[in-house]
């Protein structure tokens, strides 16, 4: 996994193009038609020389751009089946940007429809390409002429000065991008074709608000695993809430369910329940990369609580006297921060701690279960545990003294139910949550919200579930 990669996000926005300029295209994605929207000289149009690369035949940048996205066009084409025809309006055009961090590109459906022929919902808006299908005649029309569903723009300043500075579109076909500074193109419209076809929710993830007061097919298969509400039936404010619900937003349709099942695999975790006064609460966590070994880091026993959310550097020295008191014999409960885990293990399990929670110290949750680095020289042997600042802020608040650490082995990117989970990060990402599948699924997935660049192009199980839930919202 590419660290820089993996910090480059890809949002759902959808994207609105003031002006279409058309451009008749050959291709080989005979049910994807493009409508090319960018003017002359600039994206698909650039006519700067390149020279052929996997499989990508073309001698510009431009008209490598174009036959990249037909080939997506042909990838989507052969998933979906039958006879639409899918218009999409694409561009490149600059997208929020950093020499570190940016939008590869956004995408999302043009127009929505409701309470047309076969609409398997009332009163629930459908995007266009699947109110097309569903509806079996093309919806959007304007003037007699049929209007493009979905809507791609593609970050055309990716490589410049101060955009993702060293790095460069890879346009190959073969889903060989060289790794290091390669993005591929291929894979990231593949990804972003899925928002447009439906992929995503319209709901207002910051506020819970519906889209126009009524609930969006998404929002009838998206639910929350502590309350076991589906987003149709909830409040604004229980959907706000849900929307940050680390772990516990889950998808519900049959397809991906049976998908989840042949595709993701398990990994170690080291989770904690407590009895609290709402019963048994289970605070899901990573597995330390030091320690304790497999099958000897299950543990109960009385927390010690050796720091306050105000201290986020406790435990990088020695413990004093009163400190060792509080965890001795115990499951210290710490909080990240101030210097590496190991050093925090070390002098807890010197102080005599039988095992440490450690409560991250960001809202943002790290999302991949193992953490830290193994130090073979600092004589680690108890376990240890990561959970999220908001569970820790639970930990704390629940009263209880009593914690049991499970060794499991859950698999990645999937409730307690067996159902694969959203993205939903303690701290809203605009465009990201809830409309991704969550940072934490084994293998990756294309449609989580941040490219690692081995996510499989097979759009369908055993290697991902992007088809599966798109034929849970009626594909
Ligand atoms: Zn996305």
């Known amino acids: ?175 060989k991008a060289p790794n290091g500074n390669s993005i591929d193109y291929v894979k990231t419209i593949l990804h972003e074709y899925g928002h447009g076809l439906g992929f995503l929710s319209f709901a207002d993830e910051s506020t819970g608000e519906l889209f126009d007061g009524r609930p969006s097919i998404w929002e009838h298969y998206m639910v929350d695993g502590k309350t076991e509400k589906r987003w149709v039936n909830m409040t604004d404010a229980e959907r706000k809430a849900s929307a940050i619900d680390n772990q516990f937003l889950a998808w519900t349709g049959f397809q991906s369910f049976i998908g989840a099942q042949q595709t993701l695999t398990n990994v170690d975790t080291l989770d904690v329940f407590l009895l609290d006064k709402n019963g048994i609460a289970f605070l899901p966590g990573g597995t330390a990369n030091f320690g304790a070994k497999e099958g000897r880091r299950s543990i109960s026993g009385a927390l010690g609580f050796l720091d306050d959310t105000r201290a986020p550097g406790a435990a990088c020295a020695a413990l004093t006297a009163e400190q060792a008191m509080s965890v001795k014999g115990r499951v210290a409960v710490i909080n990240r921060g101030g210097c590496a885990f190991t050093d925090k293990a070390k002098y807890a399990q010197a102080s005599g701690a039988s095992a440490v929670i450690f409560v991250n110290n960001s809202p943002s949750f790290a999302g991949r279960p193992a953490f830290g680095v193994d130090d073979p020289t600092a004589g680690i042997t108890i376990a240890s545990t990561l959970i999220s600042q908001q569970d820790g802020v639970r930990l704390r608040q629940s009263g209880t003294r009593y914690a049991s650490i499970f060794d499991t082995k859950r698999p990645g990117g999937m409730d307690l139910l067996r159902r694969p989970l959203l993205y939903a990060p303690t701290v809203v990402q605009p465009g990201s949550s809830v409309s991704h599948w969550d940072i934490t699924a084994t293998p990756n997935l294309l449609m989580e919200p941040i490219s690692n660049g081995d996510e499989s192009t097979a759009l369908r199980a055993p290697k991902d579930l992007t088809l599966p839930l798109l034929k849970d919202i009626g594909w």
């Open 1 to 175: 996994m590419n660290k820089l990669i993996s910090q480059i996000t890809r949002t759902s926005t959808a994207v609105a193009l003031a002006s279409v300029l058309t451009f008749s295209l050959q291709g080989n994605a005979a049910t994807f038609k493009l409508i090319n929207a960018d003017d002359p000289g600039i994206g698909f149009n650039d006519a700067t020389p390149a020279a052929p690369v996997g499989l990508n035949t073309g001698t510009t940048v431009g008209a490598q751009r174009l036959i990249a996205l037909n080939f997506v066009g042909s990838l989507w084409a052969r998933a979906l089946g039958g006879n639409d025809v899918i218009e999409v309006a694409a561009s490149f055009a600059p997208q929020e940007c950093t020499a570190t961090n940016g939008v590869l590109a956004a995408a999302g459906p043009l127009s929505v429809f409701r309470d047309f022929d076969n609409a398997r919902f009332p009163n629930t808006w459908y995007p266009s390409a699947l109110a097309n299908r569903l509806a079996k005649t093309d919806l959007d029309v304007a003037s007699g002429e049929p209007l493009p569903e979905i809507g791609v723009t593609s970050n055309g300043d990716l490589g410049k000065p101060g955009c993702l500075t060293g790095l460069s579109w890879y346009y190959g076909l073969d889903d």
